[in-house]
């Protein structure tokens, strides 16, 4: 029967199967016979990332994950995560450290009155590692099709937190202005994958450009002399960066609206509804207990980008420019899954800081770094373990920080509030933090109200003239709302 001369029998292999590698030889020779470059190629993917705003295009190596651009920086162009990690030991201590091979390109021919994007490769490498590290091992200049291009091979020694690495670059020059495609490997791997590395710069080819870079697109000057200029300035800047995050989305990414909160997530889409809900509670807390920070001023709608793993969070923050990652100049909080959990996840108190900072910077962007140190070390400590429970947000003391401070009440160590208003910030460490949030979170709280400190504090968010209410206070007078979005009541003043 016909079928039964397919039937597999155990320690059988057909001629077929015994004729596969041989075929596969003949057709791979045959096609590195029809296109020559493709032998040089290695492990490139059939798709090609083309960028008709900077004009070019390039086979990225197989299976590497292309990575969001942070809006703000004209120079970068597109950026790749290789799918796979390497590990280097350091003989010296021991340790073991993870590395995922990535790949950059830079536009070296972005206007920038401001400088702070490198005016060549050399002040690029000057900027990336200010303090050296580097050696430029071999530079020379050759052609590929019609561009010149310099080609540098750069040793960068192994620091605390990462091997030595072979960052291999190309630098294409071009009418429009050159661009440089670079590829960092551990160097104790570059031999493995230097047909990769080579293949990938290999494959650049220029194209015509068509419009703008706007996934580069720098946050506009948010400065105005009014609380109704600075307003029109925000919004303007609101919709640029909002337009410029959308418009350097990288394929497997989604992006929603969840109430003020432009969300991006990549594949931890349930996590990152679950955070961006949490965020809004946290805002509708703060602005209920700051209302008289910064009352008029309009708080830009900031881009949650959630990332898949830490790989690709690190991979997206590597090699931004100057400035914080939240506050005025950008709009961007960038956070990850780490899977612990959203009640114990690190991530999440990471997020719960930058949010913090960046609804502080947004209502007054001096008071952040003139808050007294046990103010700014004490909100920091005391916002990042909160979680919301619907709409609501309670500022959560951490066990541990609760257990150590029971014991120095209960010997008789512990910092007074005098003490801890006049330490310096060099004096902040260990106890003195978890003293500083339990002092923070007591104010906060409805026994702090009551206490003369709290009441200070609640006497100094009235308007002048007016008195706070509270449960003790006369009816018959005059009350009104005072606040922006969220708001308490006052006693008018008897004239």
């Given at each position: 029967?016909?079928?039964?001369?397919?039937?597999?029998?155990?320690?059988?292999?057909?001629?077929?199967?015994?004729?596969?590698?041989?075929?596969?030889?003949?057709?791979?020779?045959?096609?590195?016979?029809?296109?020559?470059?493709?032998?040089?190629?290695?492990?490139?993917?059939?798709?090609?990332?083309?960028?008709?705003?900077?004009?070019?295009?390039?086979?990225?190596?197989?299976?590497?994950?292309?990575?969001?651009?942070?809006?703000?920086?004209?120079?970068?162009?597109?950026?790749?995560?290789?799918?796979?990690?390497?590990?280097?030991?350091?003989?010296?201590?021991?340790?073991?450290?993870?590395?995922?091979?990535?790949?950059?390109?830079?536009?070296?021919?972005?206007?920038?009155?401001?400088?702070?994007?490198?005016?060549?490769?050399?002040?690029?490498?000057?900027?990336?590692f200010p303090a050296g590290g580097y050696d430029v091992e071999a530079r020379e200049e050759s052609e590929v099709g019609a561009l010149r291009?310099?080609?540098?091979?750069?040793?960068?020694?192994?620091?605390?937190?990462?091997?030595?690495?072979?960052?291999?670059?190309?630098?294409?020059?071009?009418?429009?202005?050159?661009?440089?495609?670079?590829?960092?490997?551990?160097?104790?791997?570059?031999?493995?994958?230097?047909?990769?590395?080579?293949?990938?710069?290999?494959?650049?080819?220029?194209?015509?450009?068509?419009?703008?870079?706007?996934?580069?697109?720098?946050?506009?000057?948010?400065?105005?002399?009014?609380?109704?200029?600075?307003?029109?300035?925000?919004?303007?800047?609101?919709?640029?960066?909002?337009?410029?995050?959308?418009?350097?989305?990288?394929?497997?990414?989604?992006?929603?609206?969840?109430?003020?909160?432009?969300?991006?997530?990549?594949?931890?889409?349930?996590?990152?509804?679950?955070?961006?809900?949490?965020?809004?509670?946290?805002?509708?807390?703060?602005?209920?207990?700051?209302?008289?920070?910064?009352?008029?001023?309009?708080?830009?709608?900031?881009?949650?980008?959630?990332?898949?793993?830490?790989?690709?969070?690190?991979?997206?923050?590597?090699?931004?420019?100057?400035?914080?990652?939240?506050?005025?100049?950008?709009?961007?909080?960038?956070?990850?899954?780490?899977?612990?959990?959203?009640?114990?996840?690190?991530?999440?108190?990471?997020?719960?800081?930058?949010?913090?900072e960046y609804w502080l910077c947004e209502r007054d962007d001096r008071l952040y770094d003139g808050l007294p140190t046990w103010l700014s070390?004490?909100?920091?400590?005391?916002?990042?373990?909160?979680?919301?429970?619907?709409?609501?947000?309670?500022?959560?003391?951490?066990?541990?920080?609760?257990?150590?401070?029971?014991?120095?009440?209960?010997?008789?160590?512990?910092?007074?509030?005098?003490?801890?208003?006049?330490?310096?910030?060099?004096?902040?460490?260990?106890?003195?933090?978890?003293?500083?949030?339990?002092?923070?979170?007591?104010?906060?709280?409805?026994?702090?109200?009551?206490?003369?400190?709290?009441?200070?504090?609640?006497?100094?968010?009235?308007?002048?003239?007016?008195?706070?209410?509270?449960?003790?206070?006369?009816?018959?007078?005059?009350?009104?709302?005072?606040?922006?979005?969220?708001?308490?009541?006052?006693?008018?003043?008897?004239?």
């Amino acid at each position: 029967m016909p079928e039964r001369a397919n039937e597999w029998r155990p320690g059988s292999v057909s001629r077929r199967m015994r004729a596969w590698p041989l075929l596969r030889g003949l057709l791979l020779g045959a096609a590195l016979a029809a296109d020559p470059a493709a032998a040089a190629h290695g492990q490139l993917s059939g798709d090609w990332h083309e960028s008709a705003p900077f004009g070019f295009r390039f086979r990225p190596p197989k299976d590497w994950m292309e990575i969001a651009l942070p809006p703000g920086e004209l120079s970068k162009a597109a950026k790749y995560l290789s799918d796979r990690s390497y590990f280097y030991t350091d003989d010296r201590g021991g340790r073991t450290l993870v590395h995922r091979p990535e790949l950059l390109v830079l536009s070296l021919a972005a206007a920038d009155p401001d400088g702070d994007e490198p005016r060549d490769y050399a002040d690029y490498l000057e900027r990336t590692f200010p303090a050296g590290g580097y050696d430029v091992e071999a530079r020379e200049e050759s052609e590929v099709g019609a561009l010149r291009v310099e080609k540098y091979s750069i040793l960068v020694g192994a620091t605390a937190t990462a091997g030595p690495k072979r960052i291999t670059t190309w630098v294409f020059e071009r009418p429009g202005g050159a661009l440089a495609m670079q590829i960092d490997v551990l160097e104790p791997e570059f031999k493995k994958l230097r047909r990769t590395v080579e293949g990938a710069l290999g494959s650049f080819e220029p194209i015509e450009p068509t419009g703008e870079a706007t996934a580069g697109a720098r946050v506009a000057d948010i400065a105005g002399s009014t609380p109704e200029e600075r307003r029109a300035a925000r919004l303007a800047s609101e919709e640029r960066e909002h337009a410029a995050a959308l418009a350097g989305l990288a394929e497997g990414w989604s992006q929603e609206r969840v109430g003020d909160l432009f969300v991006l997530h990549h594949g931890v889409e349930k996590h990152a509804r679950r955070l961006a809900e949490h965020l809004e509670a946290l805002e509708d807390w703060l602005e209920e207990t700051f209302p008289y920070i910064g009352p008029d001023e309009y708080v830009r709608r900031p881009i949650l980008r959630v990332c898949k793993d830490a790989s690709e969070e690190a991979a997206h923050l590597r090699g931004r420019g100057p400035g914080p990652v939240t506050g005025p100049r950008s709009l961007e909080l960038v956070t990850y899954d780490d899977k612990y959990g959203f009640l114990h996840s690190y991530a999440v108190d990471r997020c719960n800081e930058s949010f913090l900072e960046y609804w502080l910077c947004e209502r007054d962007d001096r008071l952040y770094d003139g808050l007294p140190t046990w103010l700014s070390y004490g909100l920091r400590e005391g916002v990042e373990g909160t979680r919301a429970k619907g709409r609501r947000i309670e500022l959560r003391a951490d066990e541990l920080a609760r257990d150590e401070l029971l014991l120095l009440v209960t010997q008789g160590k512990a910092s007074s509030p005098r003490e801890l208003m006049t330490l310096g910030r060099a004096q902040y460490a260990g106890d003195r933090l978890h003293e500083a949030e339990g002092l923070v979170r007591f104010l906060l709280s409805p026994e702090g109200a009551r206490d003369k400190l709290g009441r200070a504090r609640q006497a100094s968010s009235a308007p002048r003239g007016w008195t706070p209410w509270d449960e003790t206070s006369p009816t018959g007078a005059t009350w009104r709302r005072h606040g922006g979005r969220h708001s308490h009541w006052c006693r008018e003043p008897v004239s």
